[in-house]
């Protein structure tokens, strides 16, 4: 089954090459992952990577809200357990859809519209549409 990102979370693009995908391998990691010395040093190093970059932030937010495409992997230098236990404690805090919280809150942040949902004439599906500029 193929999955598909939230779209309320943009994926974290940079021109600037990451450790993540300079080296994938480095990264790897799933439940159940020896606790071995090998593993345990690799994702101490994944971990630090993460830590430096400048994109982790947005990584660990789009990798929270994506916990089907996230089920593996250290992201934003956390493990999937971290992650489904960070994905909780939002829950709790702001609910169920706490997604759409956070989306918002960014877009006020970075100061984009927020689009506003009109009902069509005949009552049907919604449609979105941007709000107006106050340029």
Same mark, same amino acid.
């Given at each position: 089954m193929a999955y598909e990102a939230d779209p309320r979370i943009p994926f974290p693009y940079s021109a600037t090459p990451t450790a993540c995908r300079a080296e994938p391998e480095l990264f790897a990691y799933?439940? &159940?992952d020896?606790?071995?010395d090998d593993i345990t040093i690799r994702v101490d190093q994944a971990t630090?990577?993460?830590a430096a970059c400048p994109l982790a932030p947005r990584c660990l937010k789009w990798a929270l809200?994506?916990?089907d495409l996230t089920q593996t992997g250290i992201w934003a230098a956390t493990t999937p357990r971290q992650r489904c236990t960070l994905r909780q404690r939002l829950i709790d805090r702001l &609910?169920?859809?706490w997604v759409a919280i956070v989306a918002e809150h960014d877009?006020?942040?970075s100061g984009r519209p927020t689009p506003r949902v009109l009902t069509a004439p005949d009552g049907d599906a919604p449609e979105a549409v941007p709000a107006a500029s106050s340029a």
């Open positions: 799933e439940h &159940g020896s606790n071995s630090t990577a993460c809200a994506n916990p &609910g169920p859809d877009r006020r942040r």
